[in-house]
Nanobody
Framework: QVQLVESGGGFVQAGTSRRLTCTASGRTFTIQNMAWFRQAPGKEREFVAT????????AYLDSLKGRFTISRDNARNEMYLQMTRLNAEDTAVYYCAARTAFATREPYDTWGQGTQVTVSS
């Protein structure tokens, strides 16, 4: 199947930028759409951004438009989330997700383990 591993998390200062990377392995040719989600302490997991297989279309959580940018490099089997002007509300575990050719009804059938981003003021 497909395995996803996130990297790039850590402690960051408010107002700065950070780029997260999701690296895919396994049957990567089956990957279709990909996405980033996040879960803040005490809150439910929320959608952040999604990107189509070719990277031609993207969509974002409305409140993050203009600050976060999703992209992917299929040749490297990587997806990215560029985050700018970070603030304390962005503190969360960020998850990478993918829809593969094996998915049935769920929008994303493969998930990474997550990477913690902590924004300090």
């Amino acid at each position: 199947q497909v395995q996803l591993v996130e990297s790039g998390g850590g402690f960051v200062q408010a107002g700065t930028s950070r780029r997260l990377t999701c690296t895919a392995s396994g049957r990567t040719f089956t990957i279709q759409n990909m996405a980033w989600f996040r879960q803040a302490p005490g809150k439910e997991r929320e959608f952040v951004a999604t990107i189509t297989r070719t990277g031609g279309d993207t969509a974002y959580l409305d409140s993050l438009k203009g600050r976060f940018t999703i992209s992917r490099d299929n040749a490297r089997n990587e997806m990215y989330l560029q985050m700018t002007r970070l603030n304390a509300e962005d503190t969360a575990v960020y998850y990478c997700a993918a829809r593969t050719a094996f998915a049935t009804r769920e929008p994303y059938d493969t998930w990474g383990q997550g990477t913690q981003v902590t924004v300090s003021s």
